[in-house]
């Protein structure tokens, strides 16, 4: 059965940083490049970064360079966001993503964690 299981989300004061996971099950992951969304409330889904099957490429948005982290372990079927100095403008549910190459469209979801960035 093909999944894609966030976890690694919680409740973090500005500054502070999380490390979300992506693990992987039903599916060669190394075929696959595999993006990171989130949804804050009362707004539209936006891409935070993505990585390319090999891991050999990454972007991210503006709004996270720097300060994020994407990678991967094919061989442990998971990949990584680090997410260092939070904002309050991070917190939202982060969702993982399967593309063929991040500029696709993903074609499976997982479920999302969510991350709250407050004081």
């Known amino acids: 059965q093909l999944q894609l299981v966030e976890s690694g989300g919680g409740l973090v004061q500005p500054g502070g940083s999380l490390r979300l996971s992506c693990a992987a099950s039903?599916?060669?992951?190394?075929?696959?490049?595999i993006g990171w969304v989130r949804q804050a409330p009362g707004k539209e889904r936006e891409g935070v970064s993505c990585i390319s099957s090999s891991g050999g490429s990454t972007n991210y948005a503006d709004s996270v360079k720097g300060r994020f982290t994407i990678s991967r372990d094919n061989a442990k079927n998971t990949v990584y966001l680090q997410m260092n100095s939070l904002k309050p403008e991070d917190t939202a549910i982060y969702y993982c993503?399967?593309?063929?190459?991040?500029?696709?469209?993903?074609?499976?979801w997982g479920q999302g964690t969510q991350v709250i960035v407050s004081s």
């Open positions: 993503a399967r593309t063929f190459g991040c500029r696709y469209s993903y074609d499976y």
């Open positions: 039903g599916f060669t992951l190394d075929y696959y490049a």
